[in-house]
């Protein structure tokens, strides 16, 4: 456990609860994954725009780089290759970090203000 709460990879050995590090590259921001959370929905709950169309894993319009880390694929047979998964080519959609992981993503920027989601007010 770090000194600020989160759970360093590793230490729980399941996906409950636990919380890793997502970095993106080459844009060298760090980011929390929560518990059951895909690189996509990560990277959209901090404001930072990847893309996407489909969500389930079979358009590619997500395929970027892990560079480094653990993922498990939401779906059984992502819409990738043997070999592409061997060269680290990954779908953001359905990939769920295990450990903490370093993706490369050269299309993601922080999402324009407009699309950002921000809680009812309760008014
Ligand atoms: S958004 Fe279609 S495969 Fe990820």
């Keep these: 456990m770090r000194e600020d709460g989160r759970q360093v990879a590793g230490e729980a050995g399941a996906l409950g609860g636990r919380l890793h590090a997502l970095r993106l590259e080459p844009a060298g921001v760090t980011l929390d994954v929560r518990a059951g959370e895909s690189v996509l929905e990560a990277a959209a709950r901090a404001a930072w725009h990847m893309p996407s169309s489909c969500r389930n894993g079979t358009c590619r319009a997500c395929l970027c780089r892990l ?3 653990e993922l498990v694929y939401r779906v059984e047979w992502p ?5 592409e998964k061997q060269d680290g080519w990954m779908l953001a959609c359905v990939a769920l970090p295990v450990s903490d992981v370093v993706v490369e993503q050269v299309a993601a920027s922080p999402a324009p203000a407009s699309a950002v989601r921000r809680p009812a007010r309760g008014f």
């Design 79 to 83: 819409g990738l290759s043997v070999q």
């Design 67 to 69: 560079l480094t880390g």
